[in-house]
């Protein structure tokens, strides 16, 4: 069973640019969630997708948006990049019950230069 | 609001020696308790979950048990390996969350031979 898929793997970006990442989740699974992870801040919830709704959102400016396909893969959306948006992103996908457990990808490794 | 307590790191262990990874929780109600690790340039891989009070999870070596009187889910293993260094984990699901995880700042463990 294939896991959670995520490309592109690592990227360089401009200041000023957009990016957009890609998430595939485990087959049969609707919820797909995004992470950022920085040395700074350690590993902070983005927002939460589940049949094409998002349910959830963290504390993250408009930059970052998402979105989620009836297939169940996901891209979010980093708009106008600022240095700071340098991190790595980790998707992770659920069955999106209580409860259930929630497996990661690999991350994109973001570099804004 | 809802959050983890790690111990910081690093914690540097000789090959064979116990290891006790202690974390401590707040939140609302009793979320699901979750520890992951990180290897080197990787992304999340779950070690272990607990669902409810009283419950054991475990996997490869790694314990851990919910305490629900002291807020706790410490992370165990009675013998590590050189192959066990990476970062831990310790996390909590936010009930009502919708897959939400909180994080804490993660703990580096290095084994020497």
């Known amino acids: 069973k294939a896991g959670v898929t995520q490309t592109p793997r690592y990227l360089i970006k401009t200041r000023g640019q957009q990016v957009t990442l890609s998430c595939s989740p485990i087959?049969?699974?609707?919820?797909v969630s995004w992470y950022q992870q920085t040395p700074g801040q350690g590993l902070q919830f983005l927002f939460e997708?589940?049949?094409?709704?998002?349910?959830n959102k963290g504390n993250f400016p408009g930059r970052f948006s998402g979105r989620q396909f009836s297939n169940s893969r996901s891209e979010m959306n980093v708009s106008t990049l600022e240095l700071g948006d340098s991190a790595l992103y980790l998707c992770a996908s659920s069955a999106g019950q209580p409860g259930n457990t929630i497996y990661f990808g690999e991350g994109s490794w973001l570099t804004v230069v | 609001g809802d959050s983890v307590t790690q111990m910081e790191g690093p914690v540097t262990l000789s090959e064979e020696a116990f290891l006790t990874i202690n974390c401590t929780y707040t939140a609302t109600g009793y979320p699901s308790l979750f520890w992951y690790v990180q290897y080197p340039g990787e992304g999340l891989q779950l070690l272990l979950k607990a669902t409810k009070a009283d419950d054991k999870g475990s996997n490869k070596g790694f314990e851990a048990t919910y305490r629900k009187e002291t807020t706790s889910f410490h992370l165990e293993k009675g013998s590590v390996q050189v192959s066990d260094s990476a970062v831990y984990f310790c996390a909590l699901s936010v009930i009502g969350g919708y897959n939400k995880l909180i994080f804490g700042a993660g703990t580096r463990l290095a084994v020497h031979p």
């Open positions: 997708y589940f049949s094409e709704t998002q349910r």
């Open positions: 087959s049969g699974h609707r919820s």
